[in-house]
């Protein structure tokens, strides 16, 4: 029987098989062969208790430890707090890297219009949707992208991360099966890694995870870089000399789509910022 890993605490792993829940252990072999089972794990498992084989994982994030995720959902505020644009960009360098969709959801719009974030991000290639998190405006779309897929959910304090999320399940309530009652999110603290079951899709929150430690992820190559910043795709092989940096060098052309306003200058302030922290790390800290 095939199913997936909804929540692991000490050893032991919920596992939803279609519309069945079992509480399962993982196979002796696994710890020996070096093998942690992660939530989102696709599973093997016999006897509805035991888990003998980990499918391909298509992706994993180290914090939160979560595997086969399928989109990014990065929220920031259109005010109170301002958008931390260097960080979005990290978040959705990573998510790229990853195989991973970012889509970047502003909140707040009732207090600000978010239209010049939106600007930011109109050449990006990432979506964008705006929402507000007090009157449910801008929920039923972002409803539907969750509705299939592996979706987590990150965000810098304060941005209204878990009023998104209240709003999606209603009355402040996530449900996973019926292996646990409705868990008020106002009154919990997540500790552990864990997918909430929404129609056809899983939810995962991320407590945590809003620092970002570079060096963990797969972001690591600089001159991948460039890859991950789909805006620069366009115009990468036009620079005048192979193995550009598009830093400061001479006929540059991600250079010239900055300032004939293609690519934004924010982006792309990001992006020399994130090679600057990628060419000071050393070989020894990405192993």
């Known amino acids: 029987m095939t199913g997936i890993i909804i929540k692991g605490v000490g050893g032991r792993y919920i596992v939803k098989c279609e519309n069945k829940i079992n509480e399962c252990s993982a196979k002796g072999v696994f710890r020996k062969k070096g093998i942690t089972p992660l939530v989102g794990d696709y599973v093997e498992i016999e006897n509805d208790t035991l888990i003998t084989k980990v499918l391909d994982r298509k992706n994993s994030l180290i914090r939160p430890p979560v595997a086969n995720i399928d989109k990014l959902i990065i929220v920031c505020a259109s005010a109170d707090p301002e958008p931390n644009f260097y960080f979005i960009d990290k978040l959705t360098a990573i998510a790229v890297s990853q195989g991973i969709t970012p889509i970047i959801v502003i909140n707040k719009h009732d207090i600000k219009n978010p239209e010049e974030i939106i600007s930011i991000y109109r050449n990006s290639g990432i979506k964008i949707i705006s929402c507000s998190a007090k009157n449910s405006d801008g929920i039923d779309e972002l409803k539907k992208i969750i509705s299939s897929g592996i979706s987590v959910f990150t965000g810098a304090s304060g941005v209204g991360k878990s009023s998104i999320i209240n709003c999606i399940f209603g009355d402040a309530l996530m449900e996973t099966g019926d292996i646990s009652d ?51 795709l366009d115009y990468i092989e036009c620079c005048r000399f192979s193995g550009c940096a598009h830093i400061k060098e001479k006929d540059c052309e991600i250079l010239n789509q900055v300032e004939k306003g293609n690519i934004s200058k924010s982006r792309f302030q990001s992006y020399q910022s994130l090679y600057n922290e990628l060419k000071d790390i050393k070989e020894w800290q990405i192993k």
Do not use: C, M, W
């Not at 409705?182 to 129609?199: D, N, Q, S």
């Not at 939810?203 to 972001?219: E, Q, R």
């Open 182 to 232: 409705k868990i008020k999110r106002g009154k919990h603290t997540t500790r552990h890694a864990e997918l909430f079951v929404y129609k056809d899709g899983f939810v995962a929150d991320t407590p945590g995870f809003s620092s970002v430690d570079i060096v963990k992820y797969n972001v690591l190559d600089k001159k991948k870089l460039q890859y991950y910043f789909p805006e620069f």
